[in-house]
């Protein structure tokens, strides 16, 4: 036990494993870029979906019971299916990713929509707001906390599992947990699975510092 | 300037919330909607900025169908206050005020300078300006919510029950302010409450509705005291209606003489001669606090004093609380008693009571 985690601690801080196409430094850029992306894709679509079902009530029945749907669905599963219908591209990883993001993201905006204070909606509307105003300067800013929230979860999420990119024989930090399988060597797939962790974790806590800083001055 | 003709209020659900309402709000005053909850008080206010849509009959307000307008400008050209005041918690004081100059058009710096100017008319500091309203206490962010309802200075001001949620002690001040505003911007008011003394103290008219939507009696708050419409209006005015009377009629023509002297009890004065307290001849006796008054304070709180002095007099103060004389309690009967006839009787004026069945 005690020897693995040395020849962890080698593996990990060795200036040769974080150097060239296949060092760390490379892996964990890859990673990052599809983590990103997809997160990026995810937010593109359930940002907006969010805030409608939101603003108006209409169609949460629909989106919640999709967004549990996109949660029950097998990742890897459907990273093989797509596979299988577009053959080899980054096409099958993103569509995964994309799937368990969104979901997240639906579900927390629409919270935060709907956690707006209806007497404060009243009275915007009642200043003399219209629909577009009474979303973008109440309703939006109000909902923030909870909207980054789930931006938050959605991206820890993705950095979990973008994994499976190396699965199809992608890069990212996967690639040393299924070359590891593969070779038998457990300290690779070690060092693979701790980046992954360390990346997530590293990512949640920024992002977390981050929102307490945007929202000091609200009360709860 | 606010006319409601044959307005008639069904909620979807199938309850009315007003029932065939006709009523004419005149410019300048303050007019108080009370009745108990579920009269449709609130959606006859909600009606006047199309925040509820009448389900037939006609609202004007200055002349123009209310329907006929764009209803975000015309929310725009109406101050609003609600209950808890409805503030904007991302938003600092002073752009919350700023709100509808904003919507106007008017630039951040011509809307925040207007912001500003009213901080002060609501009298709270510049200071507060750059605060949020969780940091304000109940009666400030009330203050808050009169103060962006007035920003863009609007004829008209629909306030529903602004003082509903603050504590008695800050209310009475909320009411003075408003008062106070009032002669000096002399907007049209309509006002909400389910509270009858604030009805009184607030209203140059009450208009009193009774559960199902139907508007009960309007009128004055003296002549509704003297002469209420029929038992629901006397039952809710409640028992003390004289004595609620008596506290719109002020001490003014109370004659006054000069304190008595060598009684059983003298009245101490101080060195600028105000009034301190009764003193007893007798010293074993304590000396019995008093509360000077004024012209301006009414006749139920100069029955009060009266009740509380041990001579049954009361000490009268000019501006500065330098004592001007005393009044007997049978004077002031007397002038209680005269104020409910003349209210009873009035005469030469045609009598402002409009009723529906």
Same mark, same amino acid.
């Given at each position: 036990?005690?020897?693995?985690?040395?020849?962890?601690?080698?593996?990990?801080?060795?200036? +040769?494993?974080?150097?060239?196409?296949?060092?760390?430094?490379?892996?964990?850029?890859?990673?990052?870029?599809?983590?990103?992306?997809?997160?990026?894709?995810? !937010?593109?679509?359930?940002?907006?979906?969010? &805030?409608?079902?939101?603003?108006?009530?209409?169609?949460?029945?629909?989106?919640?019971?999709? +967004?549990?749907?996109?949660?029950?669905?097998?990742?890897?599963? &459907?990273?093989?299916?797509?596979?299988?219908?577009?053959?080899?591209?980054?096409?099958?990883?993103?569509?995964?990713?994309?799937? &368990?993001?969104?979901?997240?993201?639906?579900?927390?905006?629409? +919270?935060?929509?709907?956690?707006?204070?209806?007497?404060?909606?009243?009275?915007?509307?009642?200043?003399?707001?219209?629909?577009?105003?009474?979303?973008?300067?109440?309703?939006?800013?109000?909902?923030?906390? &909870?909207?980054?929230?789930?931006?938050?979860?959605?991206?820890?999420?993705?950095?979990?599992?973008?994994?499976?990119? !190396?699965?199809?024989?992608?890069?990212?930090?996967?690639?040393?947990?299924?070359?590891?399988?593969?070779?038998?060597?457990?300290?690779?797939?070690?060092?693979? +699975?701790?980046?992954?962790?360390?990346?997530?974790?590293?990512?949640?806590?920024?992002?977390?510092?981050?929102?307490?800083?945007?929202?000091?001055?609200?009360?709860? | 300037?606010? @006319? *409601?003709?044959?307005?008639?209020?069904?909620?979807?659900?199938?309850? $009315?919330?007003?029932?065939?309402?006709?009523?004419?709000?005149?410019?300048?005053?303050?007019?108080?909607?009370?009745?108990?909850?579920?009269?449709?008080?609130?959606?006859?206010?909600?009606?006047?900025?199309?925040?509820?849509?009448?389900?037939?009959?006609?609202?004007?307000?200055?002349?123009?169908?209310?329907?006929?307008?764009?209803?975000?400008?015309?929310? /725009?050209?109406?101050?609003?206050?609600?209950?808890?005041?409805?503030?904007?918690?991302?938003?600092?004081?002073?752009?919350?005020?700023?709100?509808?100059?904003?919507?106007?058009?008017?630039?951040?710096?011509? #809307?925040?300078? /207007?912001?500003?100017?009213?901080?002060?008319?609501?009298?709270?500091?510049?200071?507060?300006?750059?605060?949020?309203?969780?940091?304000?206490?109940?009666? @400030?962010? @009330?203050?808050?919510?009169?103060?962006?309802?007035?920003?863009?200075?609007?004829?008209?001001? =629909?306030?529903?029950?602004?003082?509903?949620?603050?504590?008695?002690?800050?209310?009475?001040?909320?009411?003075?302010?408003?008062?106070?505003?009032?002669?000096?911007?002399?907007?049209?008011?309509?006002?909400?409450?389910?509270?009858?003394?604030?009805?009184?103290?607030?209203?140059? /008219?009450?208009?009193? *509705?009774? $559960?199902?939507?139907?508007?009960?009696?309007?009128?004055? %708050?003296?002549?509704?005291?003297?002469?209420?419409?029929?038992?629901?209006?006397?039952?809710?005015?409640?028992?003390? /209606?004289?004595?609620?009377?008596?506290?719109?009629?002020?001490? #003014?023509?109370? %004659? @006054?003489?000069?304190? %008595?002297?060598?009684?059983?009890?003298?009245?101490?004065?101080?060195?600028?001669?105000?009034?301190?307290?009764?003193?007893?001849?007798?010293?074993?006796? #304590?000396?019995?606090?008093?509360? %000077?008054?004024?012209?301006?304070?009414?006749?139920?709180?100069?029955?009060?004093?009266?009740? #509380?002095?041990?001579?049954? =007099?009361?000490?009268?103060?000019?501006?500065?609380?330098?004592?001007?004389?005393?009044?007997?309690?049978?004077?002031?009967?007397?002038?209680?008693?005269?104020?409910?006839?003349?209210?009873?009787?009035?005469?030469?004026?045609?009598?402002?009571?409009?009723?529906?069945?």
């Amino acid at each position: 036990m005690f020897e693995l985690f040395k020849n962890l601690g080698k593996w990990l801080t060795s200036g +040769a494993q974080w150097a060239g196409s296949d060092g760390i430094a490379h892996r964990l850029t890859e990673h990052l870029q599809y983590s990103l992306i997809a997160t990026l894709v995810a !937010a593109a679509i359930g940002l907006p979906l969010g &805030l409608l079902i939101g603003h108006t009530g209409r169609g949460a029945f629909l989106a919640i019971n999709l +967004a549990s749907f996109g949660r029950a669905l097998p990742t890897v599963g &459907l990273v093989v299916l797509v596979f299988l219908a577009s053959g080899l591209s980054m096409w099958p990883v993103y569509i995964a990713l994309v799937a &368990l993001a969104v979901p997240s993201i639906v579900t927390n905006t629409y +919270a935060g929509m709907t956690a707006v204070d209806p007497d404060i909606k009243d009275a915007a509307r009642g200043q003399g707001m219209r629909g577009h105003q009474v979303l973008f300067q109440v309703e939006l800013p109000l909902a923030l906390p &909870l909207i980054m929230t789930g931006l938050r979860l959605a991206l820890i999420q993705v950095v979990a599992t973008a994994t499976i990119a !190396a699965y199809v024989s992608f890069g990212g930090l996967g690639r040393y947990v299924f070359d590891g399988l593969a070779q038998r060597d457990l300290v690779q797939v070690l060092g693979g +699975a701790v980046l992954v962790a360390v990346v997530a974790i590293v990512l949640d806590l920024g992002l977390a510092t981050l929102q307490r800083f945007l929202f000091r001055h609200r009360t709860a | 300037m606010i @006319q *409601f003709d044959a307005i008639h209020k069904r909620f979807p659900n199938g309850t $009315t919330a007003v029932h065939d309402l006709s009523l004419e709000i005149p410019e300048g005053g303050v007019t108080v909607l009370v009745g108990s909850s579920g009269c449709g008080k609130t959606t006859t206010l909600r009606m006047v900025n199309r925040m509820v849509e009448p389900t037939s009959g006609t609202i004007r307000v200055g002349g123009k169908d209310v329907t006929r307008q764009d209803a975000a400008e015309l929310r /725009r050209s109406i101050g609003y206050v609600i209950q808890q005041a409805g503030l904007f918690p991302h938003r600092t004081v002073l752009d919350n005020i700023a709100t509808v100059p904003l919507l106007l058009g008017h630039g951040r710096r011509r #809307a925040r300078a /207007r912001a500003a100017e009213l901080l002060e008319t609501v009298g709270l500091t510049a200071e507060s300006g750059r605060r949020y309203p969780h940091q304000l206490s109940g009666g @400030q962010q @009330q203050r808050v919510g009169v103060a962006r309802a007035l920003a863009a200075d609007p004829p008209v001001l =629909l306030m529903d029950e602004p003082f509903g949620a603050v504590d008695p002690v800050v209310r009475t001040q909320l009411q003075d302010e408003l008062l106070r505003l009032q002669k000096e911007l002399n907007k049209t008011i309509v006002f909400v409450t389910h509270d009858v003394d604030e009805a009184v103290r607030l209203g140059d /008219r009450i208009a009193i *509705f009774r $559960t199902g939507g139907h508007l009960v009696q309007c009128a004055a %708050p003296a002549e509704l005291l003297a002469r209420p419409a029929d038992d629901f209006v006397a039952d809710f005015l409640g028992a003390e /209606r004289g004595l609620k009377l008596l506290s719109l009629k002020t001490l #003014a023509d109370v %004659p @006054q003489g000069p304190a %008595p002297e060598g009684g059983a009890w003298t009245l101490v004065l101080d060195e600028a001669r105000k009034p301190l307290h009764w003193a007893p001849k007798d010293t074993k006796d #304590a000396e019995i606090p008093l509360r %000077p008054l004024a012209d301006g304070d009414s006749l139920l709180a100069a029955l009060d004093e009266s009740i #509380a002095s041990p001579t049954g =007099l009361i000490a009268r103060v000019d501006a500065d609380g330098v004592l001007t004389g005393v009044s007997s309690r049978d004077d002031i009967h007397e002038h209680a008693g005269r104020a409910h006839t003349a209210a009873r009787t009035r005469t030469g004026t045609e009598p402002e009571t409009e009723t529906a069945a």
